[in-house]
């Protein structure tokens, strides 16, 4: 049996950000159990400096219904946000996605 390394420990440095609904950190959750209406997916997206959370069930997780959510959800209720983190998944990378994100940012 082989023992354990561990990194050394580093002091965490906060992500400032005073402007309420200026930077969001969007994702996706799933493969989930199949609804009756076919959902299988969650796109999640949290406000940074307010903790405000903004959900919903998509059947399909492509860029098209990221756009639809962060449009739906985000913009029109909330305004453009100057931020947006994702984990880099091929939704948020697409040319369609990025191309929406420059356009409203």
Request: charged content about 20%; hydrophobic content about 40%.
């Amino acid at each position: 049996m082989r023992s354990v390394q561990h990194q050394p420990t580093t002091s965490m440095t906060p992500i400032l950000n005073p402007i309420p609904f200026a930077m969001y950190g969007i994702n996706r959750v799933g493969k989930l159990p199949k609804t009756k209406g076919s959902l299988e997916y969650v796109v999640v997206a949290v406000d940074y400096f307010s903790k405000w959370v903004e959900v919903a069930p998509l059947k399909k997780i492509g860029s098209d219904n990221i756009v639809r959510f962060l449009w739906k959800h985000v913009v029109t209720r909330f305004g453009v946000s100057r931020i947006l983190v994702s984990d880099n998944g091929p939704q948020f990378e697409s040319e369609k996605c990025l191309n929406f994100v420059r356009s409203t940012i």
